[in-house]
Each structure stands twice: as structure tokens, then as C-alpha cells.
């Protein structure tokens, strides 16, 4: 008996959500606050979720263009120390035929003793 009552209440839940007696007007004015706030809290979460992912979507194309800058600069870096280099600052100086050399000994001062 116990048994046939349970399943009766169970099909008369599930008979009520389909005919939609169970979420009734009635339910809804009972509960108005309750439905609201979870409404409002919904919608939080749908939000942050979307801000959450296109701020991810943002980093990733940011990261990649942080990597490609590098390289460029990596690249670039590699071009002026290749010019800088002394020897090639005096391969470059001997096809100008400009005549100047690198000195043996540094500079010094001269002073009046």
C-alpha cells in the first residue's frame, strides 16, 4: 500500500510539472523574491562567464603577438650586434678606403708639470 501510494505521488509530481500545474502564478507570487534572486544570480554568472572568456580569448591574442614581437626582436637584436662588431666596423671602414685604424694603446692625458 505504502508502495503504490509513493508511485502514485511521483506520477502525480511528474503528471503536475508536465501539465504545468506544479510552477504555477500561484508560485510565482509566493516566491516572487526567491525567483528574482536567482534570476539576478543567473544572469551574474552568464556574465562573468562571457567577460571571463573574452578577456581569455584577449590574453591568448596578446600572447601570441607578445611572441612575435619577440622574435622580432630577437631578430633585430642579432642585425645590430652584427654591425656592431668590431671587425665588421673595420671591414666597413677598410671598403670606404677612409684610412683609420684601431689604436694599440688607449688614450691618455697630457699634463703641464
Not at 6 to 24: C, H, M, V
Not at 34 to 51: E, S
Request: with cysteine; proline share 2%; hydrophobic share 40%.
Amino acid at each position: 500500500m505504502a508502495q503504490a501510494k509513493q508511485k502514485k505521488k511521483k506520477e502525480n509530481i511528474l503528471a503536475r510539472i508536465f501539465y504545468g500545474k506544479f510552477l504555477s502564478v500561484d508560485f510565482f507570487s509566493r516566491h516572487w523574491k526567491a525567483v528574482a534572486l536567482g534570476m539576478l544570480m543567473v544572469m551574474a554568472y552568464i556574465t562573468n562567464r562571457y567577460q571571463c572568456l573574452t578577456r581569455m580569448e584577449e590574453i591568448r591574442r596578446l600572447e601570441q603577438q607578445l611572441e612575435v614581437l619577440e622574435t622580432e626582436r630577437v631578430r633585430e637584436r642579432s642585425t645590430y650586434m652584427s654591425r656592431i662588431r668590431e671587425s665588421s666596423m673595420q671591414e666597413l671602414v677598410d671598403t670606404m678606403h677612409l684610412h683609420l685604424k684601431i689604436q694599440d694603446q688607449p688614450p691618455f692625458k697630457l699634463s703641464r708639470d
